[in-house]
């Protein structure tokens, strides 16, 4: 299992900008698919942005395309979520998700085994 933590999330106002950390530590993170999903008060978790072990492939939901990026640090343990153009239909909670080589696809959140504890993104109108 990979132990992660998120961090970085706040209060922000309409069309202002985030960046979410999550440090991993335990198995070898470079070997994991990473991702982000939210999830907002009273609907479901979903889907927001991974990346692949390598870094090389990247992966959106289409509400976020073009406003955030998704990106890693393998010799930090790390990765981000960059959140421009905030809109207060982004506010949730956030959490980074590990993937292990082979599970599932990078887009559901079935193959995705360790969580982190979540970070509170508000966006004001």
């Known amino acids: 299992q990979v132990q992660l933590v998120e961090s970085g999330g706040g209060l922000v106002q309409a069309g202002g900008s985030l960046r979410l950390s999550c440090a991993a530590s335990?198995?070898?993170?470079?070997?994991?698919?990473m991702g982000w999903f939210r999830q907002a008060p009273g609907k479901e978790r979903e889907f927001v942005a991974a990346i692949s072990w390598s870094g090389g492939s990247t992966y959106y939901a289409e509400s976020v395309k073009g406003r955030f990026t998704i990106s890693r640090d393998n010799a930090k343990n790390t990765v981000y979520l960059q959140m421009n153009s905030l809109k207060p239909e982004d506010t949730a909670v956030y959490f980074c998700a590990a993937r292990p080589p082979g599970f599932g696809t990078a887009t559901a959140r079935a193959g995705y085994t360790s969580w982190g504890q979540g970070t509170q993104v508000t966006v004001s109108s």
């Open positions: 335990g198995r070898t993170f470079s070997n994991y698919g």
